[in-house]
């Protein structure tokens, strides 16, 4: 699971409760815009209108969220193959790999792409003074591996 480190990590999952009630909270106003203006055998387009709007709109941010932490999930899984391949390599050879091309075909046969990323679809692998695994998990945000830690961080691109 990812350690959340960012403001957009925070923003997020209560942008995802908030919304859901505020359409709903919409929704309801429509339904009460609607009754009235059936009893008082006016014109009901702008209730319904409302109402409509509220329900068809209250379950997207949940969709997201699902949508996001399935995206996250699967990109850290197949991460964790390109992990493995690195901590391999440094096994055997003492050191880590300068990129993921010398990982193949001894180490790993196919370097995983990431699915559903906006622009990119590679593993990013660089070293400074310490080696990064790094995929895009959404506009703003970035997912890096710690090899020191041994888990995935959230971080802002």
Known sequence: MLFE??????????VAIALPIIF???????LIVLIVSILR???YVIGLSLLLFGL?????????EIWVVHQRTWNEEQGLIIVNAIEKYRSAEGTHPD????LKPNYIKILPK?????LRRKFIYWIDD????????????????????????????
């Open 99 to 102: 990129n993921l091309l010398f």
């Open 56 to 64: 068809i709109l209250s379950p997207i941010p949940f969709i997201a």
């Open 5 to 14: 480190t960012s403001f957009l990590g925070i923003l997020i999952p209560f």
């Open 130 to 157: 310490k080696p990064n695994l790094k995929f895009c998990s959404g506009m703003w945000t970035g997912v890096i591996y710690s090899f020191e830690d041994k888990r995935w961080y959230r971080s802002t691109l």
């Open 114 to 118: 990431w699915k559903h990323g906006f």
């Open 41 to 43: 055998k006016e014109k």
């Open 24 to 30: 709903l909270f919409i929704a309801a106003t429509g």
